[in-house]
Structure formats: structure tokens, C-alpha cells
């Protein structure tokens, strides 16, 4: 393990979300696969459930807005209006659809307007399941000659459970069967959710689990002291939005950082927080270039600052730029004239 200044081993996880989402349309083989190659430790996957219980691996329930369903007329009348979690969403649910149904339709890009030269590969890539995947990261494992883990989350869990679709017996099994429970698993795994009672669900497993948290208020009480050794109860990690560890100013711009990290890490948490992503749309606004939206801007500035403070680490749109970025503060190299 390389070291940073202060000569402290710091090994920060480049968890690639939704594989290299930021060169291939998100939640696809091709897109998992680079992230590995391009550096990344983890393949991170939302997993949401069919028809007939099969876990696959989708942003959200809704699919209107990452497949192509809304062009095929035979899906037509599956249109509809469900609430999950509170939000009204009117679309095409993969709960109305078997995996036969599935795995007749293509990938589309979700952020099109940013990423356009993904949507170029608007229907070249199919809808993974969760033991696709696990055949992926072991494959990827003999080739590469490292571990390739793989981060699934549970996507609205008490949703599914409410549909009948509970998604953790059918997670579990499918780890199980692949060697991928127990203490020494046979790769790497973390297993995380914004819901408490799903980690708790998955405890059995005896892998390490991680507490999503968002910035909206019911997540701040879990960001006190206090609220940290309630999740230390039941989670080995948080994965923090970003913002609650660097905070952004009146302009946008990174301000001081919280002591959620210090604190954190004091309960004997691991810290990853969520999302990384190298556009000048997404980077505060002293970081960017002097380009349009969709170009990278000062992305490195951005992974230092997290770095510094100890984050263990970090999901990123870009595995290439976060494995640079890391090696870079873990043995800075002198620029020579």
C-alpha cells in the first residue's frame, strides 16, 4: 500500500457506480466491466425486482427512463402510475414485467442532455440480472489478477416487500450460491441500502453492510455522534452524500467540512460517500473549465479535498479519474520543468 505525506496507510475503495457510468449508458455489462478496468475495486449495482422475482439491475423500479420500453407498442398498456416511497412516478415499473419480458429490451442513456456521446449507444447493451454481474466480477478477477467486489444496494426495499418482492431472500440466495457470504467470502462485498430494516435483513449474510445516507432531514440524526453508534450497531460503513461531509458555500463551491468522517471513524465506521463525477455540470463552479457543461473540469481538486479528510472510499461515475486521483495523493510525484 502506497502512503500519502503524513506516511498513514490509507486505502480509499474506488467503488465504480453503475460501472464507469460516465463513458457507457449506466447498469450494463460494458459499463461494469470498464469501471473495473479503468481501476475500479467495486462494481456497484441497484438491484429492483420483476414480475416473478428475478433481481436485475436498474436505477430505480421505474424503467421508462433507462430502457427503451417506451418505444416497443407490445409494452404499451404496461404504462401506468404507481407511488413508491412517498413519490407519485408514472412510467413503466420492471414489477409488471417477467425477465423474459426483460431481457427483450436495450439500455438507453438516463443523463443524455450531459452525457451525449453515451446516448450514441442508445440500445447496444441489454438489462443485466444480479448473477450476470457475479459472473462478471469473478471473471473480471482472473483476467485483471485482483479482486473485482461487487456493492449492490437494495433499491426501495419496504416498496418491494409491500408488492410481495421482497428483494432480500432472493439476494441473499443468489450470494449464497455464488460463495459470496460468510466471513471469507470468495470476492469482496458490501451490501447496502438507505433502509435500515433491509441491512438488518441481510445481517445473516455476515458481510459488511453500509448505511446510505441523504440530505434530507431524517438522515441528519444519523449524522451526530449519537446517531452514529446507532448505525455502528447494525452497519460496518455510511455512504454519505457528499454534502454532508464538505458542504458547498453560498457560491456552490466545497466549504469547511463537517467532522462526520472524524466521528464517524471514532464508532468504528468506514465512510464512502456518493457521487463523484467529473462534468463541469456536476463539479462546484471554482472547479470547472472554461468549457461547455458536458466537458471535465478540475475533478481532481475535488477528490483531494474528500481524501484529506480520511474517507475510506468513494463511489465515482469516472473510475479512471478516482484511481488517478488516489494515486496521485498517495504518492504525489514532483512535476518536472
Not at 122 to 132: H, K, S, V
Not at 211 to 227: A, I, N, V
Request: hydrophobic content about 35%; proline content about 7%.
Amino acid at each position: 500500500m502506497r502512503r500519502n505525506k503524513n506516511k498513514q496507510e490509507i486505502p480509499i475503495k474506488i467503488i465504480s457506480h453503475r460501472g464507469a457510468s460516465g463513458h457507457r449508458p449506466e447498469h450494463t455489462l460494458a459499463s461494469y466491466e470498464l469501471g473495473a478496468r479503468y481501476g475500479g475495486d467495486f462494481i456497484e449495482i441497484d438491484l429492483v425486482a420483476t414480475r416473478d422475482g428475478k433481481l436485475i439491475c436498474r436505477h430505480e423500479q421505474e424503467i421508462g427512463g433507462t430502457t427503451d420500453v417506451g418505444e416497443r407498442p407490445e409494452f404499451a398498456d404496461r404504462r401506468t402510475t404507481r407511488t413508491v416511497d412517498g413519490r407519485e412516478t408514472t412510467g413503466f415499473f420492471a414489477q409488471d414485467f417477467t425477465l423474459e419480458e426483460i431481457r427483450t429490451l436495450r439500455a438507453v442513456e438516463r443523463m443524455r442532455d450531459v452525457r451525449a456521446m453515451n446516448a450514441l449507444m442508445d440500445g447496444d447493451y441489454g438489462i443485466p440480472t444480479l448473477d450476470e454481474v457475479i459472473g462478471l466480477a469473478f471473471s473480471l478477477t482472473e483476467e485483471l489478477g485482483r479482486p473485482i467486489g461487487i456493492y449492490p444496494e437494495t433499491k426501495h426495499p419496504a416498496y418491494h416487500a409491500a408488492q410481495g418482492l421482497e428483494l432480500e431472500p432472493a439476494l441473499i440466495g443468489a450470494l449464497r450460491e455464488a460463495g459470496l457470504t460468510g466471513p471469507e467470502p470468495a470476492l469482496p462485498v458490501f451490501l447496502q441500502s438507505f433502509e435500515a430494516e433491509s441491512l438488518r435483513k441481510l445481517a445473516g449474510t455476515e458481510l459488511p453492510l453500509v448505511f446510505l445516507l441523504g440530505t434530507e432531514d431524517r438522515w441528519l440524526h444519523y449524522t451526530t455522534p449519537e446517531g452514529l453508534a446507532e448505525v455502528a450497531a447494525f452497519a460496518r460503513a455510511i455512504g454519505p452524500a457528499k454534502g454532508l461531509v464538505i458542504p458547498t458555500d453560498e457560491d456552490g463551491n466545497l466549504g469547511e467540512p463537517t467532522d462526520l468522517v472524524e466521528n464517524a471513524h471514532a464508532a468504528g465506521l468506514l465512510v464512502h460517500p456518493y457521487t463523484f463525477r467529473s462534468e463541469n455540470h456536476f463539479l462546484p463552479p471554482d472547479l470547472r473549465s472554461d468549457r461547455g457543461p458536458s466537458d471535465y473540469g478540475g475533478f481532481a481538486a475535488e477528490y483531494e479535498a474528500f481524501f484529506e479528510l480520511g474517507v475510506d472510499g468513494v463511489f465515482t461515475d469516472f473510475s479512471r479519474h478516482a484511481f488517478l486521483a488516489r494515486e496521485h495523493f498517495l504518492d504525489p510525484q514532483p512535476v518536472e520543468d
